[in-house]
């Protein structure tokens, strides 16, 4: 059994430590506990432990735990960060505080228009795919800035920022976080509000010790909290 309350608070001491080495401030990094295909009674032990931010990967089984006794009711901030596919987008809306795999237009476009009819506003990250590999999803890094603009005019969806998924290999990973905070810094020079643009989404369980070197401010892990899938 995992005792997911101490693998919490372990996780949080390896964040502090690695921000003190990379000289910033822990309070900059929100930690997302991702518990794709575990079971809302372990959402709840995290809960309990003090996490609040949780992040999960597929429509259907963020919806089954949203309404499941262990956790409905509870103040938790839903994240999702799978693959959302254009006829899943009306499920989610209204139901999380970000989207961060937005991965192409006409995915925000469809966000666009089932935030407007239900007269919401949706933060959304778009991903990117900063490892080129074509099993992964996410926008070509090339692609971002002249793209950028489409996105920026879409009426009900507030764009905060970029996520990416890295290579396993470190070396790539580093490339590939370091790429990431560049592209947003390049986002910034043309976004009309620069100032929305605060958050990098990157680093998970082995990685995100790197990605903080690199200037994540979200990081999402699961295996060193919920254990293994
Ligand atoms: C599963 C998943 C994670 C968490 O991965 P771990 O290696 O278990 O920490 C993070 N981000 C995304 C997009 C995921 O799908």
Redesign the pocket.
Known sequence: MEDIAKNLQRTIAEIRSICNKAGRNPAGIQLIA?S?TKPAVLVKEAFEGGQIDI?E?YVQELVEKQGSEELSGLPLRWHF??HLQTNKVKDIVGKVFMVHSIDRLKTAEELSKRASRQGVTVDYLIEINTSGERSKFGLPPEELLSAAPHFFNLPNIRLRGLMT?ASPERSRARHEFHLLAELLEKLKKISPDPHLLTELSMG???DFDLAIEAGATMI?????IFGSR
């Open positions: 991702v794709k992040g990967s960060i799978g998924i998970m369980s082995q999402r892990i699961g295996t060193a």
